[in-house]
């Protein structure tokens, strides 16, 4: 048996999105752009989905445009923005802990004559709105902050952003693909011009996301072929994966996110009460994502305990999964004003609605073990 608790990386597929997947691999294999009767009932699907994924928004239908997935909707939103507001302007603004799909598309912009500023985060990893304020200069074209950080699991204060960036006549970007369905979201309301969504954390399939666009945002194509997505992204549809995504949407309940956030509160207060000089990385309560917990233990290097884990047959993560691979501290823990050993020392959970009470006991058990005879 093992335990899951890697869901900030990817989510096991729901077996009721696969089964409304299943049809569009089979019987309903229309290219969903044709207007034949069998292209129609593949765009049927398609257009479900869509209506399903706007309303969860509060977006219109046609402001959802599907892409590959979370990493392809935020290479869209920094490049299609740059591209289209040239005469505007070329300075960019990020935070100092985006996901690698925004900090490596900001990187790669500066080598085409953009200027990037990446804004800093407190101890909890908090951007300061009125940082943003004083960052934001003439030829400011966009602002972009990630609506819930992949690793600390810190919900930003993106509301109040994108108000301020509207008033100034500033496109503002969000990357949601960790928030999508766990904290509400109003675009509408608050005048967000784009926000890249993805299924794969959200128990739905992997490559497949979008990428909303406010009527009105000076925005270019992102892939130039046929008309599909009012000519914005051409590509034949990838129907079964979108269908599974407009699924996944459509089974996310509060009550599962509930039953996370009791399981983070419960596995957060037993190693503050069971195990001496634990350190929770991120934000508390209602400012971090129900699903999330980072946390590193004094003496004990995030490597050892994750490999020990493994062993066990627990899996976790050591910082973000992107980065887990290389000996780079995490950028975002470091960001927040910890040193290179605490970045490194640190371990992500990622909890999932199948996650149980009895998990995190046998979790907890282990943790303690390995750090007693590690500390021996
Ligand atoms: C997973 C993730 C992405 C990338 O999405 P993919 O669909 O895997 O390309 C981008 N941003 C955040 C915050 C994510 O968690």
Known sequence: MSIYLDNNATTQIDPRVIEAMTPFFGQVYGNA?????????????????????????????????????????????????????????????????????????AFWLTKNNAEITYL?????????????????????ILVSIMHCNNEVGTIEPIEEVAELCHKKNIIFHSDACQSFTKVDIDVRKHNINLLSLNAHKIHGPKGCGALYIKKGTMIEPFMHGGGQENGKRAG???TPAIVGFGKAVEISTENDNNHIRMLRDYFISEMQSRIDSVTIF?????????????????????????????????????GSACTSNELKPSHVITAMGFGEKEAHGSIRIGLSKWNTKE????????ICQIINEFRT
């Open 359 to 366: 998990e995190i006991d046998i979790v907890i058990a282990n």
């Open 120 to 140: 800093p985060v407190n101890k909890m990893g908090f951007v300061d709105i009125n940082d943003v304020n004083k960052a934001i200069k003439k030829n400011t």
């Open 33 to 105: 752009s044709s207007i034949h009767k069998f292209g129609i009932k593949a765009s049927f699907g398609v257009e479900y989905a869509r209506n399903l994924i706007s309303s969860k928004i509060n977006a219109l239908p046609e402001e959802v445009y599907f892409t590959s997935g979370g990493t392809e909707a935020n290479n869209w939103a920094l490049k299609g923005v740059f591209i289209s507001n040239r005469v505007k302007g070329n300075h960019i603004i990020v935070s100092s802990i985006e996901h690698p799909s925004i900090m490596e598309v």
């Open 236 to 238: 034949t549809y990838n």
């Open 282 to 318: 991120g934000a508390t309560g209602d400012y971090r994502i129900c699903n999330n917990i980072n946390f590193s233990i004094s003496g004990v290097p995030g490597k050892k305990l994750f490999i020990e884990l493994d062993k066990r047959n627990i899996h976790v993560s050591t």
